[in-house]
């Protein structure tokens, strides 16, 4: 009796155990991501990472703060399998499950790690250079120049010199005006004029370059905080490149030129923008395999 009930035991035994391990799911395993240069969102938008398997992106959690080692748990066998590894800047609300166009990093896996770059999926801003000068030309009022700010050369030419940016990815230029940061408006080209113009005035013409005169606080835009028009002298003037669905009205941590702005105006009184060639790199590791 003694051995046939121990034989049953170890047979109910076994089955449990089976069965404890098929509710368990199939095996997961860990991916570590370590990057330098990327920074907190706290827009709401959020950082994802995608597995890239069979040409497929496989995604891993939503996160917020890249500035410490993460270690994101997905399915063995989809990291196993995985050729590449994208990280993109998912916007406000998304709920969607699929990659938006504003891939910040990507790498593809040599063995068990891969090397994560930015210009491949952005731009290469190695080599940039601006400069703008203040002036007003969208309303017909000749002594108020301070009051706005344009990328140009002179008065036909580009003041920016930048690549083209990647699909998901666009130009903002900005002013910091101490109490408020504020808009000139998105961009692709150096040589159009921009999405923005929302605080011109009236009874002049709007350039085919970016810029912005701030002089009106249009009654559809509920700003509070400063006070228009606002003069852009001895102010930071900057340009980012930004993930332009990501629905965040602040400004985003990459920033290729700058400069603070004089107290002169006109386009005969430029100011020279600063370069700042850093942009994020990390690394992908396919960490317990």
């Known amino acids: 009796m003694t051995r046939k009930f121990l034989v049953l035991a170890l047979v109910v035994l076994s089955f449990l155990g089976l069965s404890c391990s098929s509710d368990d799911g199939p095996p997961t395993a860990s991916l570590q991501l370590e ?61 969607d ?65 930048l690549p083209d940016l990647e699909t998901g990815w666009k130009y903002e230029g900005w002013v910091d005006f101490g109490s408020k940061v504020l808009s000139t408006g998105t961009f692709s080209k150096v040589d159009v004029t921009d ?26 835009i509920p700003l509070t905080g400063i006070t228009l028009p606002a003069a852009v002298t001895s102010k930071r003037v900057f340009i980012t490149v930004e993930p332009y669905q990501d629905n965040d ?16 105006t006109g386009s005969a009184n430029p100011v020279m923008m600063i370069s700042n060639t850093a942009v994020p790199s990390g690394r992908a590791t396919r960490a317990n395999m």
């Open 35 to 95: 990057t330098i240069g990327l920074k907190a969102l706290t827009g709401g938008s959020t950082y994802q990472g995608w597995l890239i398997v069979n040409g497929e992106a496989i995604p891993t959690a939503k996160f917020t703060d890249p500035t410490i080692t993460l270690n994101l748990e997905v399915l063995a066998s989809d990291l196993e399998d995985a050729t590449q590894f994208v990280l993109t800047i998912e916007p406000v609300g998304d709920l």
């Open 97 to 161: 499950n699929i990659p938006s166009a504003a891939k910040i990093l990507t790498g593809n896996f040599n063995g068990n790690s891969a090397s994560l770059n930015f210009e491949s999926v952005v731009a290469d801003l190695s080599s940039t250079s601006g400069q703008f000068f203040l002036a007003t030309p969208t309303d017909d009022v000749a002594d108020n120049d301070e009051f706005g700010v344009w990328f140009m050369n002179g008065s036909d030419a580009p003041g920016l010199v």
């Open 249 to 264: 009205p602040a400004p985003f941590f990459i920033e290729p030129l700058s400069a603070t702005a004089g107290i002169t």
């Open 195 to 220: 999405d923005g113009n929302f605080f011109k005035g009236s009874g002049g013409t709007v350039p085919d370059f970016p810029g912005e005169d701030f002089l009106v606080i249009p009654s559809q």
